[in-house]
């Protein structure tokens, strides 16, 4: 049966002066951390609305129903220009019961990866908004800007500031599979998409690239994922696909096979481009931001390069 695509809804730009809303959807986190990224963002001209503290129940941020309550609130929030999360870690699925893509209408930046990025695939997916997988508070920002274990400086703009041009994306990766491809940028962390299969929500991936990235699996946990996402019929249609560098994912054994010998095998009988080791999400290096839902361009070709075809902010 043909699936309808929703016409992509891209949000206003952020800017200097931009206002931004802070979210924990997921689990709480060390307050030096969150401090250091508030002052990183207000670096940086924003001003930022901190959210009412809440308790922590056990490994969430707060009780479900104050996690959807704070994040719909701070989205409907008509003062708030934009919404960046705390962290990630575990729970932003709870709010999926929640019918939380009903209660969200007009679209905003809302920026993170991880745990975060269950919801941006339910809203890209359901409402056809564009999504922003990048650096949060309290992991990324605080760390500073193109510094280790922080966020890349340029790419962030990019993405939620530029609304006119199209722009290029240096990967930093390596080439596993040459070649180009074209289509919508889809995906995220592979844990994440994994848990869509079969709740209605998983993203319609045929003519798109595909990003993949995750952490502190073993390379055969990895294997697993990429298979089941095989068997699961994700990777049909696809055009290309553009992988992380899997921090602490060692081998449990000397010889075992490694993550990108793994993703080669796995994935290189779909005769796509792929670019392997990008600095995305869970990464040990200064993080790219990339825009999710819009049209863009595989270079899969040395270090590899991904060239953004269309913002995914309006004036």
Same mark, same amino acid.
């Given at each position: 049966?043909?699936? +309808? %695509?929703?016409? =992509?809804?891209? #949000?206003?730009?952020?800017?200097? /002066?931009?206002?931004?809303?802070?979210?924990?959807?997921?689990?709480?986190?060390?307050?030096?951390?969150?401090?250091?990224?508030?002052?990183? =963002?207000?670096?940086?001209?924003?001003?930022?609305?901190?959210?009412?503290?809440?308790?922590?129940?056990?490994? !969430?941020?707060?009780?479900?129903?104050?996690? $959807?309550?704070? @994040?719909?609130?701070?989205?409907?929030?008509?003062?708030?220009?934009?919404?960046?999360?705390?962290?990630?870690?575990?729970?932003?699925?709870?709010?999926?019961?929640?019918?939380?893509? &009903?209660?969200?209408?007009? #679209?905003?930046?809302? $920026? /993170?990866?991880?745990?975060?990025?269950?919801?941006?695939?339910?809203? +890209?997916?359901?409402?056809?908004?564009?999504?922003?997988?990048? *650096?949060?508070?309290?992991?990324?920002?605080?760390?500073?800007?193109?510094?280790?274990?922080?966020?890349? =400086?340029?790419? !962030?703009?990019?993405?939620?500031?530029?609304?006119?041009?199209?722009?290029?994306?240096?990967?930093?990766?390596?080439?596993?599979?040459?070649? &180009?491809?074209?289509?919508?940028?889809?995906?995220?962390?592979?844990?994440?998409?994994?848990?869509?299969?079969?709740?209605?929500?998983?993203?319609?991936?045929?003519?798109?690239?595909?990003?993949?990235?995750?952490?502190?699996?073993? #390379?055969?946990?990895?294997?697993?994922?990429?298979?089941?996402?095989?068997?699961?019929?994700?990777?049909?249609?696809? &055009?290309? %696909?553009? =992988?992380?560098? @899997?921090?602490?994912?060692?081998?449990?054994?000397? /010889?075992?096979?490694?993550? *990108?010998?793994?993703?080669?095998?796995?994935?290189?009988?779909?005769?796509?481009?792929?670019?392997?080791?990008?600095? $995305?999400?869970? +990464?040990?290096?200064?993080?790219?931001?990339?825009?999710?839902?819009?049209?863009?361009?595989?270079?899969?070709?040395?270090?590899?390069?991904?060239? %953004?075809?269309?913002?995914?902010? &309006?004036?």
């Amino acid at each position: 049966m043909k699936r +309808t %695509i929703c016409k =992509l809804q891209k #949000p206003p730009a952020l800017g200097k /002066g931009s206002r931004l809303g802070i979210v924990s959807p997921s689990s709480p986190a060390d307050s030096a951390d969150v401090a250091s990224g508030i002052a990183e =963002l207000r670096r940086l001209g924003f001003e930022v609305a901190e959210p009412a503290p809440t308790a922590p129940q056990g490994y !969430f941020a707060g009780t479900h129903e104050e996690r $959807v309550q704070q @994040f719909c609130r701070t989205i409907r929030d008509r003062k708030i220009d934009g919404v960046v999360a705390v962290r990630g870690g575990y729970g932003a699925n709870y709010l999926l019961d929640f019918n939380l893509f &009903t209660r969200l209408r007009v #679209p905003k930046c809302v $920026v /993170g990866y991880s745990d975060l990025n269950i919801l941006q695939l339910l809203m +890209t997916e359901a409402r056809g908004w564009a999504g922003f997988y990048g *650096p949060m508070v309290a992991a990324g920002f605080n760390h500073g800007a193109d510094r280790p274990s922080g966020y890349d =400086l340029v790419s !962030f703009f990019q993405a939620v500031s530029e609304a006119k041009k199209k722009w290029t994306i240096p990967l930093r990766g390596e080439s596993l599979v040459s070649g &180009t491809a074209s289509g919508r940028i889809l995906g995220g962390c592979l844990t994440m998409l994994q848990t869509t299969l079969g709740t209605g929500f998983q993203p319609y991936t045929k003519g798109a690239i595909l990003l993949l990235e995750d952490r502190g699996m073993k #390379p055969y946990q990895v294997d697993r994922a990429l298979r089941h996402l095989w068997q699961a019929g994700i990777f049909q249609g696809v &055009t290309g %696909i553009l =992988l992380g560098d @899997f921090p602490d994912c060692d081998p449990p054994s000397r /010889g075992s096979p490694i993550v *990108p010998e793994i993703c080669a095998e796995v994935l290189s009988p779909l005769r796509v481009p792929v670019v392997y080791g990008a600095p $995305v999400g869970h +990464t040990k290096r200064s993080m790219l931001t990339i825009p999710l839902g819009v049209r863009a361009k595989l270079n899969a070709k040395g270090e590899g390069a991904l060239e %953004i075809l269309e913002p995914a902010v &309006t004036d």
